[in-house]
């Protein structure tokens, strides 16, 4: 199936949005983190549609067939490659199950592929604080949740992310989840960062995408805000005493970041 299928009710909108992307790209912006608004899709390192993407799909992903179902499905929004890669997706919900997390924080939600992935993996008493601003997206997954059985798993909460893990540190959470996932508007990262290292306790994970940004990094432009919070960031970390590292060269740059 095609990358991006654009329904004919959306198709107005998508051409808007790709003259705003084409302008952004004759711009020299490769990946302007908002376009009216919405965030922009990012490059895998792999290529989505080459032979080695596939032999890697085919040989290690197990995806629920549900979670495949949404997967298929958000590749059909016209901002479907928003989603998170399928293959770092299984990799989360491998570290979920090993750490036997309970509590875990998804900040950036789009259609929910990560979150259902996340609570399909955690006990019937585990929770999943799904952060987002925009929940047309979210209703896209929400009935798949359903199907999954997992939806009262999946605590959608519709406010900046800021907001939100305020919320949770001001009601005595600190220290009580076992994972969060960094995957929403990249100029906040180091904001998401901080707040989740407070709430994850020692052990815990937080996994930080979009590290490389197609590579960007290794020249951020000093008009590309996004570029340059994540390089900044990706500074801080290798020299941050609260936590060890890994980061991994897969979709477009995953960060581990394991709390001591
Ligand atoms: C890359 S997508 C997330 C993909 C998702 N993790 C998945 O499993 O497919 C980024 C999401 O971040 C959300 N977002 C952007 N700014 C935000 C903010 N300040 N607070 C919460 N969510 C935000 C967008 O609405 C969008 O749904």
Redesign the pocket.
């Known amino acids: 199936m095609p990358l991006l299928s654009v329904p004919k009710e959306v198709a107005v909108g998508t051409a808007m949005l790709g003259i705003a992307f084409a302008t952004g790209v004759l711009a020299g912006k490769r990946y302007p983190s908002l376009v009216f608004g919405?965030?922009k899709?990012?490059k895998s390192l792999i290529a989505k549609n080459s032979p080695l993407w596939q032999y890697i799909l085919d040989h290690s992903l197990r995806e629920h067939p549900i979670l495949k179902k949404l997967r298929l499905l958000?590749l059909e929004h016209p901002?479907g490659r928003?989603?998170?890669s399928c293959d770092e997706?299984q990799l989360m919900a491998n570290l979920v199950k090993l750490i036997k997390a309970k509590k875990v924080i998804?900040?950036?939600?789009?259609?929910?592929?990560?979150?259902l992935?996340m609570a399909l993996v955690l006990p019937d008493n585990g929770r999943v604080i799904a952060?987002?601003?925009?929940e047309d997206?979210?209703k896209i997954g929400k009935p798949l949740w359903k199907e999954a059985g997992v939806e009262h798993k999946i605590d959608l909460r519709i406010?900046?992310?800021?907001q939100?893990l305020d919320e949770l540190l001001a009601s005595g959470e600190a220290e009580t989840f076992d994972f969060a996932?960094i995957?929403?508007?990249k100029e906040?990262y180091n904001e998401y960062y901080e707040k989740c290292l407070r709430l994850i306790r020692k052990g815990g994970i937080i996994a930080i995408?979009?590290v490389l940004f197609g590579g960007n990094v290794l020249k951020p432009r000093k008009d590309d805000l996004a570029v340059q919070s994540i390089h900044r960031l990706n500074e801080k970390l290798l020299r941050d005493s609260r936590i060890s590292i890994s980061m991994l060269p897969m979709a477009d740059g995953v960060t581990l970041a394991f709390k001591l």
């Not at 998804?106 to 979150?115: D, K, P, Q, R, S």
């Not at 952060?131 to 925009?134: A, K, P, T, W, Y």
């Not at 406010?159 to 800021?162: G, R, T, V």
């Open positions: 919405t965030p899709s990012h958000t901002w928003m989603m998170v997706a998804e900040i950036g939600v789009f259609t929910g592929y990560n979150a992935n952060c987002d601003i925009n997206y979210a406010k900046p992310a800021i939100t996932f995957d929403a508007d906040s995408d979009n």
